[in-house]
């Protein structure tokens, strides 16, 4: 479920869905004006399959497990990786 598979769209893996969500993080914001702002289907798509709020919410998992994004305040944040 987090990679694509023969049996899993590319639009549905867990790994898609959080990049879109880091592509949508570029400053602080709750979860749900992260999810109310996150289009639904994949960018010009029409027949790409709807975001599910599930899957929304395993990515923001794995996305904190792999210390990509963090929470400060109830707030979502990119998190910055020194140099």
């Given amino acids: ?11 549905r893996a867990i790994l898609t869905v959080g990049a879109r969500i880091l592509q949508h993080l570029s ?3 709750t979860i749900s004006s ?9 960018a010009g798509r ?22 990509a994004i963090e929470v400060q305040e109830g707030l979502l944040t990119k998190r910055k990786v020194p140099v």
């Fill in 46 to 67: 029409s027949d790409a399959p709807q975001l599910r709020y599930d899957a929304f919410v395993l990515a923001l998992d794995l996305l904190f497990m792999i210390g």
């Fill in 1 to 11: 479920m987090i990679l694509p598979t023969k049996h899993l769209s590319q639009d």
């Fill in 27 to 29: 400053q602080a914001k």
């Fill in 34 to 42: 992260l999810w109310e702002e996150l289009p639904r289907n994949s």
